[in-house]
């Protein structure tokens, strides 16, 4: 099967949208052909093979950040990648192509699926239809809803990463018709561990894309609670955005540069290190669309402390794998981590239980997946 995967972001562009979308190319290229259509950015090269996965990337107007994209850089990226998109089918005959976020990527997989005559599945991600932190959220803004509608009612297939997504689809947007729901997926993670510090200290992470709708803010409220009533709590946020420079801000003049620690983004092994030399993961955002980072954390055995609003209720049950509180609310996230930390028996047993619940959610499975509702929309 030869296949074009469109999104605006892939690695090193973007969050966990990409990241996703490139652990999918990664695992389709084992037995499939995989083009990526992408955002060039910066000294990125317009071409190259990133192991059996080839990449192309177009210019847009006025990207200037690996982490956000900008308007122009949204509004471009249809009409540049299309263009290219129309180059790769003149080389090479494609049998499906996999659109991933309805804004910006999906005017492009329409019309490149409408012009070759082509299968278009579109996958979700939670922001391309909604963010309740963000005046550009799509379903606050007409033109944005009529291109969201647009591609979810012309794809062949739809599908969303949680149920969360396809309920907010369907409220939204009235799409009148069918959509999927499979999960995100990631490799299985070969580590390291390294020996970590033995102290009084109970340490907690995060980690992502530093932007309003993550709540960040919210956690350092969190912690600064816990600081005032005397309990050792140390947060680390990996990762980098927007948003970092008020956090370190807030961090500074909240009096807790020294119970935050900021490290940037930590990728590979580092990243699993990082995460396992911690007591708990919090997600603290006050929305998500699926959120593949609290997987990674399962795999360093570590429970989960996360909001109860978006797709993190599809993987976390509340006090089975982790607890769940609402968003937007410092002194709820501050009980359930203090409660964490008081129970290390609690930690231990969901800890054990998510290393071995995680697995079904390795990379393999969700291509397996994939593969079915392409072959799916082939045959219609």
């Known amino acids: 099967m030869n296949i074009l995967l469109i999104n605006y972001e892939f690695p090193p562009l973007g969050g966990g949208g990409g990241i996703f979308s490139s652990y999918l190319a990664e695992e389709l290229a084992r037995e499939h052909t995989v083009d990526v259509l992408t955002t060039r950015f910066r000294d990125l090269p317009k071409t190259e093979t990133k192991g059996s996965v080839s990449i192309h990337r177009v210019g847009v107007l006025n990207r200037t950040s690996l982490y956000h994209a900008t308007m122009p850089s949204m509004l471009t990226f249809p009409v540049t990648a299309t263009i290219k998109g129309l ?11 996999n659109t991933h976020f309805a804004v910006p990527s999906g005017p492009c997989g329409i019309m490149l699926s409408e012009i070759f005559n ?30 969201v509608r647009s591609a979810l009612r012309q794809a062949t297939k739809v599908v969303a990463q949680s149920t969360d997504i396809k309920k907010y689809a369907k409220e939204l947007y009235s799409p009148g018709r069918e959509i999927s729901v499979i999960p995100l997926g990631f490799p299985p993670a070969d580590f390291t561990l390294k020996p970590r510090e033995e102290n009084d200290k109970f340490h907690i992470v995060s980690m992502g894309r530093m932007a309003k709708v993550k709540g960040y803010d ?6 600064e609670i816990l600081k005032e009533k005397k309990e050792n709590v140390y ?20 009096d807790l540069k020294n119970y935050v620690k900021f490290t940037g983004w930590v990728m590979g092994e580092e990243k699993f290190q990082y995460l396992s030399a911690n007591d708990l993961y919090v997600m603290s955002s006050l929305h998500e669309g699926f959120g593949v980072v609290l997987l990674e954390a399962m795999t360093c055995g570590l429970p989960i402390v ?75």
């Not at 919210?218 to 912690?223: C, N, P």
């Open 235 to 254: 947060l680390t946020l990996i990762g980098d955005g927007q948003e970092r420079a008020n956090l370190e801000k807030l961090t500074f003049g909240s």
């Open 118 to 147: 082509v299968p278009n599945v579109l996958s979700l991600h939670g922001s391309d239809i909604y963010n309740p932190a963000r005046k550009t959220s799509p379903h606050k803004l007409a033109p944005f809803r009529w291109a």
């Open 306 to 380: 996360a909001t109860n609003e978006g797709g993190q209720t599809d993987i976390i049950e509340h006090d089975k794998n982790g607890l769940l509180v609402r968003p937007g609310n410092a002194e709820e996230i501050a009980e359930a981590i203090l409660s964490m930390k008081q129970n290390a028996n609690k930690r231990h047993t969901i800890g054990e239980y998510n290393k071995e619940y995680v697995k079904k959610y390795w990379i393999s499975n969700t291509a397996k997946q994939y593969v079915e509702l392409f072959k799916e929309a082939i045959k219609l």
């Open 87 to 97: 180059g790769l089918f003149r080389e090479k005959k494609y049998d499906i192509i």
């Open 218 to 223: 919210i956690l350092i409220k969190a912690v």
